[in-house]
């Protein structure tokens, strides 16, 4: 992690002094007439563009090798969206016997990468538009990384030149976060109407009332997160959140936060890897097929496992855990219907919708009741994915989720049926409209597989499968999820006091999958 601080603080100071000392003919006799000197990138705004835009390739990232790590390996399995498909992968998150590079990911690289560019826009300019964004997109991106591991480096890093940093709790990092949240929309909110240069966002182009409203929508998000830790702060930030007079959060498709990669990850790393290394997951088809939802076609590519008569089988996806299919028979699993130009998802109107839902299922003003909002957060997730039927599939209150039979009959789940429905049910217990609403949305933010994996340790909900085959059961017990990520073993190495320090922050205080971070506390799981 500080290696690429440290680079970036280093040519940031080589590239002063040398400007410093360079005057006169000097300057003429050493200038290449064909590149851009840093006045000229200065007035063009490139160091500001540069930096917000590789800032925001960092949120869901745009690279297919670190998407990869973080989406496809990561995110995917854990979220019960994904799963692995190349036979080379015997060290797995799934196994819960992953190797030390693929632990260290989301903390090695997300961390500085983001920071670097970060403390480039500081520097470049003193536009609060700029800079208020910028803490919007550093929020969103590093939130991912506290949720992972619990206590990370963030409110002192690179304070006084220190970069062996003190890892705040998780706790001090939420406070902090949204306190830059909060700070970025007072900034913004003068400048609503406005635009910037398209150049600079990937995202929206320059609105900044999107900005706004994604800021809101990111700390609703936060909010959630909190409500078992901290029910009071909760709900308040969750109230302020939706506040129309502050901006207000995503009500429409138009709001979504997505951005265009070069060529979607996705597609490289499903189709293209090796024949594609990673299939979908059981789990999610396991639900959809239940509920005979209209969304699959949109979502999956067909199995290409065969019944008896040679029709094609379905959708089928790949268990948690299963030991590693030869690819051949492991890629006879659905895949996912993934574009090369299809657009990378950070955070959508229907997720805001389920929040919304579930605050208001906590007796929270929300602007509207819990049922309201769950079936526009359904209708949202169906005009998103152009998929028909979104009433009819509201009114189901008999479907259930499948038990999933594994096609090749090895990894079949014993366990029990899911037993919620879709049709939401307004005499029905607490508990029960909070799985309701929490498995659609599960449902609706697919393929957002850390979020989903969030969402699940907070909740206990949807319902996954356990791993079939757990190779660490010294960290995560048979029969239970991990709960988070280990600390990469570098850290150790160069940031060990402060690490150490860190671990009280969880529960029990080691650094195990099976230790929960600050606001994994439900009282019901």
């Not at 599960?442 to 190779?471: C, S």
Request: glycine share 8%; hydrophobic share 35%.
């Amino acid at each position: 992690m500080r290696k690429s601080i440290i680079k970036f603080a280093l040519c940031g100071g080589m590239l002063a002094g040398m400007l410093a000392s360079c005057t006169g003919d000097y300057m003429d006799y050493n200038t290449n007439p064909y590149e851009a000197t840093k006045d000229q990138m200065d007035r063009d705004a490139y160091l500001t563009r540069s930096a917000l835009t590789g800032m925001q390739g960092y949120v869901i990232p745009t690279d297919v090798l670190l998407n990869q790590f973080l989406e496809a390996l990561l995110g995917g399995p854990y979220g019960g969206y994904l799963a692995e498909s190349n036979s080379g992968f015997t060290n797995r998150f799934s196994n819960y016997n992953q190797s030390q590079d693929w632990v260290g990911k989301l903390y090695k690289d997300v961390i500085p990468n983001v920071y670097a560019n970060y403390a480039q826009l500081e520097a470049a300019t003193e536009d609060p538009v700029y800079l208020s964004v910028g803490k919007v997109v550093k929020v969103a991106a590093i939130l991912r990384v506290t949720d992972g591991y619990g206590p990370i480096p963030y409110s002192q890093l690179g304070a006084n030149g220190d970069l062996t940093a003190p890892l705040d709790t998780q706790k001090k990092v939420y406070e902090t976060m949204l306190n830059e949240l909060d700070e970025a929309v007072t900034a913004l909110l003068p400048h609503r109407t406005e635009t910037f240069s398209s150049k600079a966002d990937k995202v929206y182009s320059g609105k900044v009332e999107n900005w706004i409203k994604l800021a809101n929508s990111l700390k609703l998000r936060m909010a959630m997160r909190m409500v078992y830790v901290d029910s009071t702060t909760a709900q308040a930030k969750a109230v302020e959140a939706v506040d129309s007079e502050r901006g207000g959060v995503f009500t429409s498709n138009d709001d979504n936060a997505t951005i265009q990669a070069t060529t979607n990850p996705f597609r490289v790393i499903m189709y293209e890897y090796n024949g594609g290394d990673s299939r979908i997951a059981a789990d999610i088809t396991a639900y959809m097929n239940g509920y005979k939802d209209p969304r699959r076609e949109k979502y999956f590519v067909e199995s290409t496992f065969t019944t008896a008569d040679g029709v094609k089988n379905g959708y089928h996806g790949i268990r948690l855990g299963t030991e590693p299919l030869p690819s051949e028979t492991a890629h006879k699993y659905s895949n996912m219907n993934v574009e090369a130009n299809t657009k990378l998802v950070w955070m959508t109107a229907a997720e805001v919708a389920f929040l919304r839902a579930e605050g208001a299922l906590r007796g929270w003003k929300m602007g509207g009741t819990a049922e309201s909002f769950y079936k526009k957060g359904v209708e949202l997730s169906f005009s998103q994915w152009g998929a028909s039927g979104a009433d009819a599939y509201l009114e189901d209150g008999s479907s259930l989720p499948d038990l999933y039979k594994d096609p090749l009959g090895t990894y079949s789940y014993n366990g029990s049926q899911p037993t919620i429905t879709i049709k939401y049910d307004n005499s029905a217990v607490f508990e029960t409209n909070l799985e309701r609403i929490i498995t659609q949305k599960w449902i609706a933010i697919f393929p957002l597989g850390n979020e989903a994996w969030a969402e699940f340790r907070r909740t206990g909900y949807p319902r996954l499968m356990t791993a079939a085959v757990n190779k660490n059961k010294a960290e995560v017990p048979e029969g239970t999820f991990p709960r988070r990520l280990p600390y990469p073993q570098d850290e150790y190495k160069d940031n060990g006091t402060n690490v150490q320090n860190a671990l009280q922050d969880l529960k029990p205080a080691n650094d195990r999958m099976s230790s929960k971070v600050w606001w994994d506390c439900n009282p019901n799981i």
